[in-house]
């Protein structure tokens, strides 16, 4: 390929993919799996629409209810960075189709690795939504015990959640072995488009490979790794990366709810009773801000973003539920109102965190004492103490710091 | 009991010791299955224990330490085999960004026990990246613990309580020892792996050394005796922590330090040793700290590296420059 052909910032994003992807038959754009129209009518899939045929209207609900809250969260701690309260925020508006319809997908002894915008599986993995905001408050770089929901911490660093993900999967299949009793069970390593960049997505899809181990990498493509576009890092369809690892790979409409969770739970059961490991590429757009610090409107169309509106998964899923009547207007009052009083709830838990003390950062640096950080820490204590109007005895510091 | 055996049969004996008291333990790396490692030291294990325990891992650093992380989050004890020093920064980013912040990113509710083995240093005769001594670059990250032992007695017990350690260890393996042979007390640890160990009482000067080079120090202050000098000769043992207390007690005792390592003395642990002794028992020196290590370029080709690795001249050289003060 001439560099010459690579995109520059706006493009045509159709006439790009032929260019960098070659002919059709160097390499076929995945057929993407759909269940749902952007005009929210139902299409029949041979493969995977028998799994979501057993989903009831309340599930159905339910699944909106969630979109709906977690973008209602989105928007609410966005406007908590806007005003000084989160040093920073990650937003995922536009993403909610692919987070909650394959976290919905998951079973409880499952394991989540995230990136750090997958705000909607955590929603949906049962954790306090505020816990998200820890980090992103600057208080802490954690923010919840990840063994309380199987949901991992956020990791920062891209994509090096995904060698874990496969090595935590591969310590799965090794506990039911000792342990036969134990149920099926996966991990899912959530990445970006960027991310599959990386390194590390290779290397765990070598290892997932070797060892057959039980994940599914679940790819949320949103188009754009901060200002680059996936066209700069892939000139074949993300998906078709799984056939060089030996596995399934699914481009599925990220933006489409039924589709997303009918692939994922397909994902999940063949991973989990020892299929192997599985490529999700949710195809979806973010629709907002890659961070808060940074600003699409220099790279990106506006037009572009439009042209996405009309993909919008909420929309799509109350188009459906509109033509099947399975909702009507009070449906939408009472959530909004249930969003607002979310927001309320979450501004003022946010606002009630505060900043640990400055010795808490010496705690958990290692699992067994280590003299150094001792050492540091009575040091510390003891220069503390040294000011005027200090509570603490200086002495006493400065006696254990010289012990 | 006591037996006679070269470090690397102590490690692999070490290895196995802990692959049968501690049955969620397994070793990965390349190479380390049939053929036993490139030094042999697992060899016979995977025989043993099986391909499961004993893993041949595609060539990946960063897929070995990362896939290790998250079988340690699932609760084993994964033992990483890194095959050459200069072969472990494609696996950098998962130790230091990763490995070493598990425990204190999820506030203590995690932890990720894994042990990195990776032999270094020089003096084999070797090819690029396979000689050198980055200990320091880890050393520098909170979170991970670093061990070097320096005979079979240690290397042997030390790989089982890096094992048996909450924290993740690397432990640098110093191959051009590994054919050292010495008595290994197999009943019982003898010491804290991460306490350093005085290895020859003197009273005249001190020298502070670790894993390849503790021998060379050893003849350094045998030679130094026949000038009626008596050396103190300090085994680090533990790179971090590093036991500054029996430093500053020998220096206390003897008024004179030399640290010597094979890695760079430019922003090396010796430095750090320096700074120390300087803050804490300046008033006992009778000269200043010196350094004896390598220099600050690549680690040089094989046909001249005699000149770059710290030797018994260059240590009594130190000494002399010491004493002269």
Redesign the interface.
């Known amino acids: 390929m001439d560099v010459g052909h690579l995109p520059a910032s706006e493009f045509d994003s159709a006439g790009f993919e032929q260019t960098l992807m070659g002919s059709p038959e160097e390499n076929p754009v995945p057929d993407m799996v759909q269940l749902l129209t952007i005009d929210g009518e139902v299409r029949h899939d041979p493969t995977y629409s028998s799994y979501v045929a057993d989903l009831t209207a309340d599930e159905l609900r339910g699944f909106y209810r969630d979109m709906f809250l977690v973008r209602r969260f989105d928007e609410e701690a966005t406007a908590l960075q806007r005003q000084g309260e989160l040093v920073m925020w990650v937003p995922m508006t536009g993403q909610e189709g692919a987070q909650i319809a394959s976290g919905r997908a998951l079973m409880p002894q499952d394991y989540v690795f995230p990136t750090y915008r997958e705000h909607g599986v955590a929603y949906t993995r049962g954790l306090e939504l505020s816990h998200l905001l820890r980090r992103f408050r600057g208080i ?3 923010g919840w ?3 309380e929901a199987n949901f ?2 956020y ?1 920062l ?1 891209l994509a ?1 959640q ?11 299949a ?2 039911r ?1 000792v342990n036969p009793k134990l149920p099926e069970a996966a ?1 899912v390593a959530y990445f970006g488009d960027g991310a599959s960049s990386e ?2 997505v290779h ?2 899809m ?2 997932a490979a ?1 060892y057959n181990a039980p994940v599914v990498f679940f790819c949320q493509n949103n188009h754009w790794a901060i200002s680059v576009p996936t066209e700069v890092q892939s000139r074949v369809p993300l998906a078709n990366r799984a056939r060089g690892y030996g596995f399934p790979g699914i481009r599925v409409d990220g933006n489409d709810v039924l589709a997303v969770h009918a692939v994922t739970r397909w994902a999940l059961e063949h991973a989990r009773s020892g299929g192997g490991p599985v490529l999700i590429e949710a195809f979806t757009y973010r629709m907002s801000a890659h961070t808060t610090a940074d600003d699409p409107t220099k790279y990106r169309l506006s037009a572009d973003e439009e042209a996405w509106l009309d993909r919008d998964p909420l929309l799509r899923l109350e188009k459906h539920l509109r033509s099947r009547d399975l909702v009507d207007d009070a449906f939408f009052e009472d959530l909004r109102e249930e969003g607002r009083n979310m927001a309320v709830r979450l501004r003022e838990n946010v606002q009630a965190m505060e900043a640990p003390g400055f010795e808490d950062a010496f ?6 004492a ?4 001792r050492e540091e820490l009575n040091a510390h204590r003891a220069y503390e103490a040294g000011f005027a109007d200090s509570d603490a005895d200086p002495t006493a510091a400065s006696r254990e710091h010289t012990a | 009991m006591s037996t006679t055996m070269t470090m690397a049969k102590a490690i692999n004996a070490g290895l196995r010791a802990a692959l049968e008291s501690h049955p969620n333990s397994l070793l990965m790396g390349e190479d380390i299955g049939s053929l036993g490692g490139v030094y042999r030291v697992t060899e016979g294990l995977k025989a043993d224990f099986g391909a499961d325990r004993v893993m041949d891992t595609p060539l990946a650093e960063s897929g070995i330490i990362g896939t290790a992380i998250g079988l340690a989050l699932r609760g084993y004890l994964p033992v990483c085999e890194i095959q050459f020093d200069g072969f472990v920064f494609p696996g950098f980013n998962q130790i230091t960004t990763q490995l070493a912040k598990m425990h204190s990113r999820s506030e203590g509710n995690l932890s990720a026990p894994v042990v990195i083995r990776i032999p270094y240093g020089g003096g084999i005769g070797s090819i690029e990246h396979h000689s050198e001594s980055p200990e320091a670059l880890f050393a520098h990250t909170a979170g991970l613990r670093i061990i070097t032992p320096s005979n079979p007695q240690d290397a042997y017990w030390m790989i089982q309580q890096a094992v048996a350690c909450k924290d993740p260890v690397i432990v640098f393996e110093p191959k051009r020892r590994y054919w050292l042979k010495g008595d290994v007390d197999t009943s019982a640890p003898t010491s804290d792996p991460f306490s350093a160990q005085i290895v020859r009482e003197g009273t005249d000067a001190t020298i502070v050394t670790y894993g390849p080079l503790v021998p060379v120090a050893l003849a350094a202050a045998a030679a130094a005796e026949e000038d009626g000098r008596s050396v103190e000769v300090v085994d680090l043992r533990s790179i971090s922590p590093i036991d500054f207390d029996t430093i500053t007690d020998s220096v206390k005792k003897t008024g004179r330090l030399i640290v010597t390592h094979e890695a760079p003395t430019f922003g090396g642990i010796g430095g750090e040793i320096a700074a120390r002794v300087a803050e804490r028992a300046f008033l006992s020196l009778e000269a200043p700290v010196l350094r004896v290590g390598g220099f600050h370029m690549p680690y040089p080709v094989a046909k001249v590296e005699e000149h770059y690795l710290p030797d018994i001249d260059r240590l009594l050289e130190a000494l002399d420059r010491s004493f002269a003060y």
């Open positions: 802490s770089h954690g015990d990840p063994r991992h911490l990791t660093v090096a995904v060698p874990h993900a496969v090595g935590y999967a591969m310590g799965m090794r506990d072995l991990t390194g590390d290397e765990g070598v290892f070797s705690t958990d640096v290692y699992a067994e280590h003299p150094l950080v």
